[in-house]
């Protein structure tokens, strides 16, 4: 099945900081990637859609200057957290969908990348 | 606003036990309903799916039925495997965007 990977899978970072995580969709072409947080014992929230090529939709609530999201290219999509802080120590999940078919059976998930920020 | 509630976890069976996880939603319109599944160190994967009311998804021996009337859709196995054993999420999208809306997760330890 089609498969999206994330990196790195954990990475413990000092505040003031950025971090880059990556998501890969490695076997398909996705037009549309989401980023979303998920806090222990909670649901996994939306942060933003990335669709390539243009500006990502942030969700309510999110701040698209400590959020960056670049959709570069039909398989990548990076998210940069800008001046980390402790609070925003969370597990990051990205999904993929594919070019091709609409809806959730054809949007894939990576396996999340846990930040810690001290 | 849309949501999804489920069983809080963690929920503890052994092997060859009757599974039963509870969700229900609230949204407006006509959402599609969905069961995901997290296994250890790995990425959400759809288990199954019903797209209207009292639609059947089954998928790996689980079913869940789209019960608007309830507006539930519990997750239901007649014989779990220690296999099983991971973190499950109710979740709903509505038709005409593509936003899905997340239950917390079930975590359930099957034990042999």
Same mark, same amino acid.
Do not use: C, I, V, Y
């Given at each position: 099945g089609a498969v999206v990977s994330q990196h790195p899978s954990r990475v413990i970072c000092k505040s003031g900081t950025s971090v880059k995580i990556e998501c890969r969709s490695l076997d398909f072409q996705a037009t549309t990637m989401f980023w979303y947080r998920q806090f222990p014992k909670k649901s996994l929230m939306l942060m933003a859609t990335s669709n390539e090529g243009s500006k990502a939709t942030y969700e309510q609530g999110v701040e698209k200057d400590k959020f960056l999201i670049n959709?570069? =290219?039909?398989?990548l999509s990076t998210l940069t957290v800008t =001046?980390?802080?402790?609070?925003?120590s969370s597990f990051y999940i990205c999904s993929a969908r594919a070019a091709s078919g609409r809806g959730t059976d054809t949007q894939y998930f990576g396996p999340g990348t846990r930040l810690t920020v001290l | 606003g849309d949501s999804v509630t489920q069983m809080e976890g963690p929920v503890t069976l052994s092997e060859e036990a009757f599974l039963t996880i509870n969700c229900t939603y609230t949204a407006t319109g006509y959402p599609s309903l969905f069961w995901y599944v997290q296994y250890p160190g790995e990425g959400l994967q759809l288990l199954l799916k019903a797209t209207k009311a009292d639609d059947k998804g089954s998928n790996k021996g689980f079913e869940a039925t789209y019960r608007k009337e309830t507006t539930s859709f519990h997750l239901e196995k007649g014989s779990v495997q220690v296999s099983d054993s991971a973190v499950y999420f109710c979740a709903l999208i509505k038709n005409r965007d593509d936003k899905i809306i997340f239950g917390k997760g079930t975590r359930l330890h099957i034990l042999p």
């Open positions: 959709h570069a =290219s039909l398989t =001046s980390a802080h402790p609070e925003d | -």
